[in-house]
């Protein structure tokens, strides 16, 4: 069964600075995809970034960055030049496509929470 | 427009009343999902619908009843609840067409059980 582990449940960085978020994943399929999703206070959730197993290269959404390292099935998201309004929890999800149907599930991580400090 | 509805925002009901959440959207996705979050904690699938047929049921009770009355809107019907499931419950619907089906997410419904 596909888990996903966030093993920081709680981060803080100052505005301005570098902060890393940490996810790792098992999976014995070879074709998949992973995202971090923001949830804000105000609790709508949010596509950060996303990314396909099968691409080599790591995404990147403005200031928004993964280091994808497939054969330690880790998925970190870099947060570059941090603003107060970054602040939130951050989910790690993995995605697996059910082909019957055309629907997807995904399986998520307990979340870390971002503080970002004035 | 990546814009999914719920509504309403907010919602206290007692364990002897019938309610219904309502989730809308017009992006011309094919799949919607029903999710429950507990503060502080990841979402959980409860229902996934496909082109408007049940396609998963995550083993939740029977007092929570899914509804897909077209492509665009999605119900969750509410009876004899306990007060366990006053959760955040998060509409979410994805393109159902294979790829990179990326769920998009509602703002959830605030349920109190009272």
């Known amino acids: 069964a596909q888990t996903v582990t966030q093993s920081q449940p709680e981060m803080s960085v100052q505005e301005a600075e570098t902060v890393t978020l940490s996810c790792t994943y098992d999976t014995s399929e070879s074709d998949y995809y992973l995202f971090w999703y923001k949830q804000p206070p105000s609790r709508q959730m949010i596509l950060v970034i996303r990314?396909?197993?099968?691409?080599?290269q790591n995404a990147t959404e403005n200031r928004f960055s993964v280091n994808f390292q497939k054969a330690a099935k880790s998925f970190s998201l870099k947060i570059s030049d941090s603003q107060l309004g970054d602040a939130a929890m951050y989910f790690c999800?993995?995605?697996?496509?059910?082909?019957?149907?055309?629907?997807?599930?995904?399986?998520f991580g307990k979340g870390t929470k971002l503080t970002v400090n004035p | 427009d990546t814009e999914v509805t719920q509504t309403p925002k907010h919602l206290v009901m007692g364990m002897t009343n019938k309610k219904s959440l309502k989730c809308e959207q017009h992006m011309g996705h094919r799949a919607m999902y029903w999710y429950k979050q507990k503060a502080k904690k990841p979402p959980e699938l409860m229902f996934v619908?496909?082109?408007?047929?049940?396609?998963i049921n995550e083993s939740v009770p029977s007092r929570f009843s899914p509804e897909c009355p077209n492509s665009s809107l999605l119900n969750l019907h509410l009876h004899a609840l306990q007060p366990e499931d006053s959760a955040l419950y998060l509409c979410?619907?994805?393109?159902?067409?294979?790829?990179?089906?990326?769920?998009?997410f509602g703002p959830g419904t605030r349920l109190t059980v009272l």
């Open positions: 619908y496909s082109y408007e047929k049940l396609s």
């Open positions: 990314q396909e197993a099968y691409k080599q």
């Open positions: 999800a993995y995605r697996f496509y059910l082909t019957q149907g055309g629907s997807e599930k995904l399986v």
């Open positions: 979410a619907s994805s393109p159902g067409k294979g790829g990179v089906d990326t769920q998009y």
